[in-house]
């Protein structure tokens, strides 16, 4: 579940192991890419976080970012998560 906080929103995934944890960030660089809307983000093992704001607004949670977070948690479907 994404928490929006500090000005942003912020979420933490966990995986089966690094593998499955990379795969996930790399689909999710390819959706980011697409949207031109790019994550803060840390791997560390099998743990990923993802934190969102809109640095052209002034890092704020703009509607580019809700976007995103919608697209990502579609991803994160697919890992059962």
Known sequence: MWTEEEN??????????FKEAFGFMVEVALVAEELNHHPWWS???????IRLSTHDAGNVVTPKDHELARRIDRIAQGYGL
Not at 8 to 17: E, G, S, V, Y
Not at 43 to 49: G, K, M, W
């Open 43 to 49: 791997n560390a093992y099998n743990r990923v976080e």
């Open 8 to 17: 942003c929103l912020r979420r933490r995934f966990t995986f089966k192991d």
